[in-house]
């Protein structure tokens, strides 16, 4: 099975198109190397996946050629306890720390708008 089908189907990324990028971007490994969205994948391998600010680390269970409920795809990959307690640690990490403002995207909101305000005033 091609692993950017995987890759959807087991609910990693929205799109086929958005896994075959993350896999040209080299966010995907295939057993410690890089791969292209081509590489036929089967149980047993070991992926790392960067998805978003989320690091995954699976191993390959079953595959499936079809996106199914989130439930089902979970049944897809097993991931490693290291992968389990290094994303725990790092939720944690982003409820601890706030984004700070300048790497916001966007115009500020009102809220923000006034806290500014209010900073340059005194």
Same mark, same amino acid.
Do not use: C
């Given at each position: =099975?091609?692993? #950017? $089908?995987?890759?959807w189907?087991?609910?990693?990324? $929205? @799109?086929?198109? =958005?896994?075959?990028a993350?896999?040209d971007?080299s966010k995907?490994k295939?057993?410690?190397?890089t791969? $292209?969205?081509?590489k036929?994948? $089967?149980p047993?391998d070991?992926?790392?996946?960067?998805a978003? #600010?989320?690091?995954?680390e699976?191993?390959?269970?079953?595959?499936? *050629?079809?996106?199914?409920p989130? @439930?089902e795809a979970? !049944? !897809?990959?097993? +991931? @490693?306890?290291?992968?389990?307690? +290094?994303?725990?640690?790092?939720? +944690?990490? =982003?409820? !601890?720390? &706030? =984004? &700070?403002l300048g790497?916001?995207?966007?115009? &500020?909101t009102?809220? *923000? /708008? /006034?806290?500014?305000?209010?900073?340059? +005033?005194?």
């Amino acid at each position: =099975m091609r692993l #950017d $089908k995987w890759l959807w189907a087991a609910r990693f990324f $929205k @799109t086929r198109g =958005m896994a075959g990028a993350a896999i040209d971007g080299s966010k995907v490994k295939v057993n410690g190397a890089t791969a $292209k969205p081509a590489k036929a994948i $089967k149980p047993g391998d070991r992926l790392h996946i960067r998805a978003g #600010d989320q690091d995954w680390e699976v191993i390959v269970q079953a595959l499936n *050629d079809q996106r199914r409920p989130a @439930t089902e795809a979970r !049944l !897809l990959y097993a +991931e @490693t306890p290291a992968s389990i307690v +290094e994303r725990a640690r790092q939720a +944690e990490l =982003m409820k !601890l720390a &706030p =984004m &700070p403002l300048g790497e916001r995207k966007g115009r &500020p909101t009102k809220r *923000d /708008r /006034r806290q500014l305000a209010s900073f340059h +005033e005194d």
